[in-house]
């Protein structure tokens, strides 16, 4: 979906370096999610963002960590990359749904990281 | 905690026939949402088709429906008239529909579905 952005696309880097993922959107959804796919095991979710100043961990948040610096942006950061981290990353958004709860997400085109 | 799973990892369908993917799910909410998402070898999470878990009647977008059957914990993709695009891997997806807690959506490994010419 063009109203949610990833950068880069495609990044390789060595063990112990510093990323930084970046998301944006233009849907106008005040929640955003960040998520790792590996092969054979679908995605799972690494942190949510519900507005600005609500970031919660989700079920694999070790060795990342998130920013939200507005309503449209949500960066995805690994400290010290290591190989295991090396996955196909979603982000996603959504608006709020009924009974207060989520409603459709929707996707990025995904990053590929390599980690050497 | 809900699973999802999704028992056929590969299928292949013949162009302009009819093909069903499968997906079983886990859970003891009684409010939730079901999707069905595709991702070509583009490798783009593009949604296909969601059902709210209180609706009875099935989905439908366009080609596209689904066979929500509550009580058996079933959620099965039909695509009729399939065409070469509609090569993919699907993958069933849950979320809870309440207020609070992550939302995440839960998913299947996964379908891998071939159209021949």
């Known amino acids: 979906d063009a109203d949610v952005t990833q950068t880069p696309r495609n990044r390789i880097t060595k063990t112990g370096k510093r990323i930084m993922l970046e998301c944006s959107q233009t849907k106008g959804h005040d929640r955003m999610y960040w998520y790792r796919q590996d092969p054979g095991l679908g995605l799972r979710l690494i942190y949510y963002?519900?507005?600005?100043?609500?970031?919660n961990k989700g079920e694999i948040s070790d060795g990342y960590s998130v920013s939200r610096q507005a309503q449209a942006k949500f960066s995805l950061s690994l400290e010290s990359a290591i190989p295991n981290q090396t996955a196909l990353y979603f982000c996603a958004t959504s608006d709020l749904g009924l009974a207060g709860g989520s409603d459709t997400q929707y996707f990025g085109p995904g990053t590929r990281l390599t980690v050497l | 905690a809900q699973t999802v799973t999704q028992s056929q990892p590969e299928m292949s369908v013949q162009e302009a026939e009819t093909v069903t993917l499968s997906c079983t799910y886990d859970t003891s909410e009684n409010n939730y949402y079901l999707f069905w998402y595709k991702q070509p070898p583009s490798r783009q999470m593009i949604l296909v088709i969601r059902?709210?878990?209180?609706?009875?009647q099935n989905a439908t977008e366009n080609r596209f429906s689904v066979n929500f059957q509550k009580a058996a914990k079933s959620f099965s993709l039909k695509i009729s008239d399939s065409q070469l695009g509609d090569t993919a891997m699907y993958f069933c997806?849950?979320?809870?529909?309440?207020?609070?807690?992550?939302?995440?959506?839960?998913f299947g490994k996964g379908t891998k579905l071939t159209v021949n010419p």
């Open positions: 059902q709210e878990a209180y609706k009875q």
């Open positions: 963002s519900f507005d600005v100043k609500d970031i």
């Open positions: 997806a849950f979320m809870k529909h309440a207020k609070g807690g992550s939302e995440k959506l839960v």
